[in-house]
């Protein structure tokens, strides 16, 4: 099955707030979207919307294939040394090769050390080195470069790029630069309520 993701008419209202309305998106394999925009215009409250955790306030969304999420939920056990944590959603998720996202990640001197103890940007490297045990065609990235330095932010896009390359999609939604294969860029604000 081609890995597919269609949102139709999508409006979001956050409380009283409707914070944007009419967003429309097809994506198919190998597909590259940065959703930009300030903070606070909705690119997180989307992406989660996609993802199934939100319901839109009108509109719909559809997919086909597996969506992995990656937002600032890490949802690694804290209290577990990294190693654990990660093994826990390899035998979830159905890991056959857990070695090469520690490899590509630069996690291996990690594995002992408490989740609670990663800096910002190494729990950010665990939240992506889960995404890419999970195997899954379809990428949600909200802010994904954050808290990452310059070496692992390249490392990442070098990521993406072969995830989109082999038929992926990736989405996702940044205040910053990312470098995408030939992305579709799309400013949030012009669906601004």
Wanted: glycine share 10%; net charge neutral; proline share 6%.
């Amino acid at each position: 099955m081609q890995p597919r993701l269609v949102a139709k008419d999508i409006a979001c209202r956050r409380g009283e707030r409707l914070l944007f309305r009419g967003f429309s998106l097809t994506c198919d394999e190998g597909a590259a979207v940065h959703v930009t925009g300030a903070n606070g215009i909705g690119k997180s409250s989307l992406i989660r919307i996609l993802a199934g955790l939100l319901h839109p306030f009108t509109g719909s969304v559809d997919h086909a294939g597996a969506m992995g999420l990656v937002d600032e939920r890490l949802a690694l056990d804290a209290n577990l040394p990294l190693g654990k944590a990660l093994a826990f959603w390899e035998a979830l998720d159905g890991c056959t090769h857990p070695g090469r996202a520690l490899e590509l990640l630069q996690l291996d001197p990690l594995m002992e050390v408490p989740v609670r103890y990663l800096s910002t940007g190494q729990k950010k490297r665990a939240a992506l080195a889960r995404l890419l045990n999970r195997n899954c065609p379809i990428w949600l990235l909200d802010e994904p470069l954050n808290g990452l330095d310059s070496h692992a932010q390249a490392a990442f896009e070098a990521l993406i790029a072969q995830h989109c390359a082999g038929g992926g999609i990736a989405i996702v939604a940044s205040h910053q630069p990312i470098a995408l294969p030939a992305p579709q860029v799309i400013q949030l604000a012009e669906y601004a309520a």
